[in-house]
Each structure stands twice: as C-alpha cells, then as structure tokens.
C-alpha cells in the first residue's frame, strides 16, 4: 500500500522558515504541491531521484529547496522567507515508473500524500 506523509506544517509569521517532510520511500519522481483555500492545487518543487534533479515553480525559487535524506526515504521542503500567499495546505507527490514526467503538472503523478497545512501571517 502506498502511503506518503506529510508533516512539518504549521503557522509563522511572514519572513520565517519552515520545513515540511514527507516519508516516500521507493520512487523516483517526487514532488510538492500546494492548494490554497479556494484555488486550484499548484506546483512547488519536484526532484528526479536518479540524478537528483531540482525544478522549481517561478514563485517559490530562490526561497524554497527541495531534497532527500542520504537514505531517499524522506523528502524534505525547506521554506525561506516566508510569504502571506505561500499559505496553502501542502502535499508531497509521488510517480509511478514509465512514462513521461512533467515535474512541475500535478496530472504527472499517481500517489499523494494527504497535506500539512502551512500559514503566514503579516
């Protein structure tokens, strides 16, 4: 059974950090999504596991890091100067083997996680 959890959540106000984790052993595309209250879910961040490649979503880059622990078990989102907008409820993602990935479209992937809710207040 697939699971992907989330954790890290929380509130902070605007300029602070956190970091979201999420256990996703076994894949090799993974990535974050976020949904804020009344929009559609959007993209974060995703990773390729094989080479470890990063790509970022315009709003968050420069702010936000995407990783893995040494295991690949985990996957982290470090969030840096946080902003009002960036409150969202957070998801980690997940892709089955095959196929063609498109890091950034939330349509790319098969499992996700069920979020970890992130405020920033002014």
């Known amino acids: 059974q697939v699971q992907l959890v989330e954790s890290g959540g929380g509130s902070v106000q605007a300029g602070g950090s956190l970091r979201l984790s999420c256990v996703a052993a076994?894949?090799?595309?993974v990535g974050w999504f976020r949904q804020p209250p009344g929009k559609g879910r959007e993209a974060v961040a995703a990773?390729?596991?094989?080479?470890?490649?990063?790509y970022y979503a315009d709003p968050v880059k420069g702010r936000f890091t995407i990783s893995q622990d040494n295991t690949r078990n985990h996957l982290y989102l470090q969030m840096n100067s946080l902003k009002p907008e960036d409150s969202a409820m957070y998801y980690c993602?997940?892709?089955?083997?095959?196929?063609?990935?498109?890091?950034?479209?939330?349509?790319?992937?098969?499992?996700w996680g069920q979020g970890t809710q992130v405020t920033v207040s002014s």
């Open positions: 076994g894949y090799a595309h």
């Open positions: 990773l390729y596991r094989g080479d470890g490649r990063t």
């Open positions: 993602a997940a892709r089955r083997p095959g196929g063609v990935w498109s890091p950034l479209d939330p349509d790319s992937y098969d499992y």
